[in-house]
């Protein structure tokens, strides 16, 4: 009970903390549609925006700029109802072979079972680097704020401002960490059904279409990068001069405890845990990967 009680303190001073600060760019100003049709579509003087899935095809957006390090802000309410075999993915991307990418992806569930919240991490092209979680709220029933804070140090995955994930940044491991390629943003909504809900078992029920998938919110407190100059937001810019003091800030005490919070009662996939997977040893960065 304690613990229901810390956590509602949390959000309700969250809620205000958001409602205080928070800049909602517009979607016809920052993200093209780019593929699906008529699916997705901005309204509401650009404030929101949706994409629809049908048996026909699926839809997309993409942002308008690039962006290399920064805090990137969405407010999302997922496809309600059976949405067993569908994905909303949310992520940060570059282009080519060697692509870096950073990732939430929203595994879709039949009727009453929980959606799973799927992040990875991609550097120089290479990912498997998955961790696996439910949420605390069903995400179907309101906006909620999914966030990523990239910096040099490490990747923040962060639900309604609560850390629920950190990458760190294990170069001198060898390892390679996404910093010098510009991403963009991307979302879809699309048809999964072959693996996202129980590995395939569960298809996706074409009768229930179109499945939409809400968005607002947008915030971006980054550096842009055009035409080979970056002009980084003064937000941003002010904490990337103590970039050191910052990232104590991102994941102070209380961050810490509810990043483990939630790594303890809600992840459920963690490749750094995996056994089967990596049977002659855990990837390196696997050492560092505990906050």
């Not at 910096?151 to 629920?164: A, E, L, S, T």
């Not at 947008?218 to 990232?247: I, L, M």
């Not at 209380?254 to 483990?260: C, I, K, V």
Request: some cysteine; proline content about 4%.
């Amino acid at each position: 009970m304690g613990q229901f009680l810390n956590l509602t303190v949390l959000v309700s001073v969250l809620v205000l903390t958001m409602v205080g600060t928070a800049y909602s760019g517009s979607f016809n100003e920052e993200f093209d549609l780019t593929w699906g049709e008529h699916r997705g579509k901005i309204f509401s003087g650009g404030k929101m925006l949706s994409l629809s899935l049908d048996r026909v095809s699926g839809s997309g957006f993409k942002s308008k700029k690039e962006y290399l390090f920064g805090r990137i802000d969405m407010q999302l309410k997922l496809v309600a109802g059976n949405s067993a075999g569908t994905v909303t993915a949310y992520y940060l991307s570059s282009e080519g072979p060697t692509h870096d990418e950073i990732d939430f992806e929203f595994l879709g569930n039949e009727t009453g079972k929980p959606y799973v919240l799927h992040t990875n991490v991609f550097a120089q092209g290479k990912g498997n680097r998955e961790q696996q979680f439910y949420l605390w709220f069903d995400p179907t029933k309101n906006f909620h704020t999914y966030s990523l804070v990239w910096r040099p140090q490490h990747i923040i995955f962060m639900v309604d401002n609560v850390p629920i994930r950190v990458f760190n940044n294990a170069e001198q491991l060898g390892v390679p960490f996404p910093k010098k390629q510009p991403m963009r943003i991307y979302s879809s909504l699309w048809n999964a059904d072959d693996w996202a809900t129980r590995g395939g078992l569960v298809k996706t029920d074409w009768s229930k279409s179109p499945f939409t998938a809400y968005y607002r919110g947008f915030n971006a407190a980054a550096c842009t990068v055009s035409s080979g100059s970056s002009f980084c937001d003064p937000k941003f810019r002010s904490t990337f001069a103590n970039g050191e003091s910052q990232v104590a800030n991102e994941l102070n005490a209380y961050g810490r405890r509810r990043l483990r919070w939630v790594q303890k009662y809600f992840m459920i996939y963690d490749y750094c845990s995996d056994l089967k997977r990596f049977p002659q040893g855990f990837p390196p960065e696997c050492r560092r990967s505990r906050v």
